[in-house]
T-cell receptor
């Protein structure tokens, strides 16, 4: 049972480049979340989804887009990466509104 | 706006001691409160979840309490061990979103 899998684990981008982070869960959870974690700022919610085909904005959604075309996958996109988006990104899933299962994170550096 | 505060930001205690980590929140309408552990370079692992109708939850050497009226939760760790060294985060919220505290970095001294 893989749980929550994030791809890739590490990435370095140049300012202005685009990329997509993939989150996959095999627990049939309805809810999925994307967070970023920065030193001194804690975990902040970027976007979330309460079911297939639905998405909603979190605390810091600007500069990011998401899609939930399949129940098991939640994609986070950066259309034009900025140095301020350098962070560790975590995906989580839950059968209810309580993130209980986290991925190991994606470390993203924007140069 | 919901705010979650954890004090202290860091804590070092000798092995074997009992300790308490504190979490305070501003929104008393939260429906549950969760404690997580995070090891360096890793994701979060759920430790305990307290529903709003409950006062506490226990798992092994861990006990978490919730007092919604005062906006406080505590995580009690009994007989601490070096393997307990990690960052502990609490998270509370309502509706479809939760807010995390910034965590307490715990170091158990051998």
């Amino acid at each position: 049972n893989a749980g929550v899998t994030q791809t890739p684990k590490f990435r370095v981008l140049k300012t202005g480049q685009s990329m997509t982070l993939l989150c996959a869960q095999d627990m049939n959870h309805e809810y999925m979340y994307w967070y970023r974690q920065d030193p001194g700022m804690g975990l902040r919610l970027i976007h979330y989804s309460v079911g297939e085909g639905t998405t909603a904005k979190g605390e810091v959604p600007d500069g990011y887009n998401v899609s939930r075309l399949k129940k098991q996958n939640f994609l986070l996109g950066l259309e034009s990466a900025a140095p301020s988006q350098t962070s560790v990104y975590f995906c989580a899933s839950s059968p209810r509104v309580r993130p209980q299962h986290f991925g190991d994170g994606t470390r993203l550096s924007i140069l | 706006k919901q705010e979650v505060t954890q004090i202290p930001a860091a804590l070092s205690v000798p092995e074997g001691e009992n300790l308490v980590l504190n979490c305070s929140f501003t929104d008393s309408a939260i429906y549950n409160l969760q404690w997580f552990r995070q090891d360096p370079g890793k994701g979060l692992t759920s430790l305990l979840l307290i529903q709003s109708s409950q006062r506490e939850q226990t798992s092994g050497r861990l006990n978490a309490s919730l007092d919604k009226s005062s906006g406080r939760s505590t995580l009690y760790i009994a007989a601490s061990q070096p393997g307990d060294s990690a960052t502990y985060l609490c998270a509370g919220g309502r509706d479809d979103k939760i807010i995390f505290g910034k965590g307490t970095r715990l170091h158990i001294l051998p």
